[in-house]
Each structure stands twice: as C-alpha cells, then as structure tokens.
C-alpha cells in the first residue's frame, strides 16, 4: 500500500495517512542456522535457569563451545521475548489504554477443582524456525485443560485454547489469572473470558511468582519431550505437545501432594474398602442364614445332590 517512489506523497505523508508507524516498514532481520542454534541454546538455559541474565548466558554459551557476544545475546533475546526474572524499575506505571484488572488471588485459598486457571505462552525451539506455544491449566489440579501452538504472537490462539478449555471442562472457572501481556490485556481477551461468566485477574506488582505453576509445566514439557526430540515443524510438535500434555495429566506428581496426579482430581474416584469390624460382622449373619445339614445315622456321610437342590438357601 505504500509506495517507496511516489510523484506526490512522500512516505511520511503516506503513513500519516494510513496511521501506520514508519517502524512497521522495516524488515524483519533474516536469522541464518547459527543463530537458530544460539536461539536453542538460549532457550535451554533460561528454561534451567529463568534469573540468569545476559551476562551469565554468555558465559553458559561459551561453556558449550558457542562463543558469542553479549549484544548478539541481547539482540537473540529481545527477538525471542526472553526476559530474566528480576525486579525491574517503574513497574507500577500503567498504560493509560490498558484497563486496570485487580489481583483477585491474594490471600486466597485455592482448595478445589475449577477454582482459578492461569494460562501463559513460552517460546519452543524448532530446526526450522521457532514457534509459541499456549496452555490452559486448572490452578488446584495442575490438569492441562487445552494446548494451541502458533508462529505469531496473536490473540486468537489464545482465545482458540480457551475456548477448548471451556468446551472439555464443560464448565467455566471462577476465576481466570494471566500476566499483563499484551495479549491477555486485549480487548478480545478480556470479552471471551467475561463471556464464560469467569472473573478477570491479573498479575500486579511484586507478584512473579503467580505463574511458578505453568512454569513448571514448561520445564517438564521441554526438558522431558521437546529438547529429546528435537521436532522440526509445527505439525510435529502439536503431536508432541499433545503426548506431552496427556502424560502430564496422567502421570505427573505434584511436589505438594506425591499421591495425587492431576488425574486423580478429574476421574471418579475407586469405592473404599470396608472396615474389617463390618466385614465380620456380615460373614457372621450369613454364616447364621445357612442351613444346617445334619447326618442321619445308617445314611451315606455325603448327602444326597438332589436333597442339596431341595434346600432354599
């Protein structure tokens, strides 16, 4: 739509028209099979360690024999959204477009099933390309309720998982807490979350640790399937992700109950046994309600079958 050599319209007049910001003209950087391994690589070690920053991944690369600099590191990182967990300044400034959602967790017990559920995106590393991956799980059962991969960083798989979400649960949370990413503070976010009859809440000052949980779901999905396998388009690594998922809600233990799996919470659960005091006591009442078979003298010691059939037991 924009012509770089019009007669009458410079490009500056052209974007002003449009509402377009001339930063959007610019290219997007070309990345060649050495920075996809770095991207990898990266992705790998902030996954192990999620405080390391720039300077700490440099020295991991180079202990991997990936000599690097720390502004390709930067540059890698900003392109992949990677970011250490650290305080960082001024963050209780808002932006005046974004609507101010309160954190509705704090000082509040999460005791049972479809209660609160968090969802975040991370960054999976492919041979060819990179992709993002979205997940929808319950707060109390760690249960993965739904999964949707994509190459952009949009909305709309978002709004696909949690509609997939909301569709196998056959029911709606209470409560939905995200981050204030941009793509979670969207308009079309925050209507679809509404429209299920869900509170929102968001994550505010101080509060990194409100999505340890699904961080945790990244670490064992990446470090037990992703990185072992090493997928090399999208299509693999829906299939992986969905293996991934089912082994997580099937098989996975929570640290805070080693019992329990997420399964446990959403499959009914087998009867109890009885208590012994009440198993003894029926063997005694049926042991009474049998009949008592006495041998008449000058007869055969075992009785007669058709005498057994006779008997009403």
């Not at 770089?4 to 509402?19: D, F, G, I, T």
């Not at 704090?106 to 609160?116: K, W």
């Given at each position: 739509m924009i012509e770089?050599?019009?007669?009458?319209?410079?490009?500056?007049?052209?974007?002003?028209?449009?509402?377009?910001?001339?930063?959007?003209?610019?290219?997007?950087?070309?990345?060649?099979?050495?920075?996809k391994e770095i991207m990898r690589d990266l992705d790998e070690v902030h996954t192990r360690w999620p405080f390391y920053g720039q300077r700490k991944l440099v020295?991991?690369?180079?202990?991997?024999?990936?000599?690097?600099?720390?502004?390709?590191?930067?540059?890698?990182?900003?392109?992949?959204?990677?970011?250490?967990?650290a305080p960082k300044p001024k963050t209780s400034i808002p932006d005046k477009g974004h609507r101010k959602y309160p954190y509705l967790l704090?000082?509040?017990?999460?005791?049972?099933?479809?209660?609160?559920?968090?969802?975040?995106?991370?960054?999976?590393?492919?041979?060819?390309?990179?992709a993002y991956l979205v997940a929808v799980m319950d707060w109390h059962t760690r249960w993965g309720w739904s999964g949707r991969i994509s190459n952009t960083l949009d909305t709309w798989f978002g709004r696909e998982a949690l509609q997939e979400a909301h569709r196998t649960a056959g029911c709606?949370?209470?409560?939905?807490?995200?981050?204030?990413?941009?793509?979670?503070?969207?308009?079309?976010?925050?209507e679809a979350v509404e429209?299920?009859?869900?509170k929102v809440s968001m994550d505010g000052r101080g509060r990194w640790m409100d999505n340890v949980f699904i961080e945790r779901l990244w670490r064992s999905l990446k470090c037990e399937d992703i990185y072992l396998k090493d997928y090399r388009n999208v299509p693999e690594l829906e299939e992986g992700c969905r293996g991934g998922r089912r082994a997580?809600?099937?098989?996975?233990?929570?640290?805070?109950?080693?019992?329990?799996?997420?399964?446990?919470?959403?499959?009914?659960?087998?009867?109890?046994?009885?208590?012994?005091?009440?198993?003894?006591?029926?063997?005694?009442?049926?042991?009474n309600n049998r009949p008592c078979l006495r041998?008449?003298?000058?007869?055969?010691p075992s009785p007669d079958p058709r005498t057994m059939a006779n008997l009403s037991l």
């Open positions: 770089k050599n019009h007669p009458e319209l410079s490009v500056r007049r052209q974007c002003a028209l449009l509402e377009v910001n001339r930063n959007r003209l610019k290219k997007r950087p070309k990345l060649d099979g050495e920075d020295r991991e690369l180079w202990k991997r024999d990936c000599p690097v600099g720390r502004k390709r590191v930067r540059r890698l990182m900003k392109l992949m959204g990677m970011e250490a967990v704090r000082d509040l017990t999460v005791d049972r099933p479809d209660q609160v559920w968090c969802t975040d995106i991370t960054y999976i590393p492919l041979q060819r390309g990179f709606s949370t209470e409560i939905f807490n995200t981050d204030q990413g941009c793509q979670f503070t969207s308009e079309a976010w925050i429209a299920m009859g869900s997580n809600n099937h098989n996975g233990y929570n640290q805070e109950s080693a019992t329990n799996n997420p399964c446990s919470f959403n499959l009914p659960k087998p009867s109890l046994a009885k208590p012994r005091d009440e198993v003894k006591t029926e063997n005694r009442k049926v042991a041998r008449v003298p000058g007869t055969n």
